[in-house]
């Protein structure tokens, strides 16, 4: 059987990632570009066309190779159509036709996702989702993104904002304000950027010795990093804020799990390099909220693809479809 690749793109306000990857969803070679969100991000589908045909000319391989692109794009997608509705930073709006541009550029099929969709279906293929059929991603990150995955498919729901995992409800009065407009989201409390604000306001307010408070007073700022650090120097007030986190978070998951009793949740991102500081707490408040029969099958893992889910969920678009 002839060899056949996909590229799988992960579009970024910054960067764009992309790979070559084969049909078992393995990577075969993957690079960087910037992307170019000048004059409204007219260049962005042309500078991935043009780098693709760079990169098959520098491994000796023809374009027939390709079954497609795959691409994880920023914002909310309609992927029946191929637009992006809106996508700020990119520079995109007005619900941009991204799959026939960039199909016309490179006269290759074009199935495009959400960012966060993509890197859920890297984990169902290749990651520490392997072999289930029903899965939620949750990455913790700058914000929190999420997936959920029934019967090895994305749910899209009516418009496309399925799975916004990080805009749940956890604290329903005198939350903070997120930046979908509400307040007291999941986001404002597990994402790195919340952990943070937490970690400032506790030093702030409560008067006792700390490592957490010495870290605030050294760098006149403590980090997600800096908290779980903190956690295994057996710093208490650092422990006190994980703990909170670990509740927030264990709630919100445990009434996912209630309402879809996924084989696995499998949670990314930055925060995630926490691994059993915060996997720990969190589980014992999975377990806590769940319905008994959830909390006995429904696992809760780490993300093991890292940066590189969103390429190769991206590249899954594509061997879907055939
Ligand atoms: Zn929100």
Redesign the pocket.
Known sequence: MLEKWIVGVDLGGTTTKLAFVQENGELIYQWEIDTDNSDAGKNILKNISESINQKLTYLKKEKDILLGIGMGAPGAVDINKGIIYEAVNLGWENRFPVVQILSDLTGLPVVIDNDANCAALGEMWRGAGQGSKDLVCVTLGTGVGGGIIVNRKIVHGAKGAAGEI??ITVIPENGSP?????TG?L??VASATGISRIAVEAVQNENVESLLKQTYEKNGTITAKDVFDCVRENDLLAKEIVNKVSFYLGLALANIGNGLNPEKIVIGGGVSKAGDTLLTPLLTYFKKFSFTPVAQSTSIDLATLGNNAGVIGAAWLIYDRK
């Open positions: 990080g805009h997120c930046n979908c407009g509400k989201c986001e404002t």
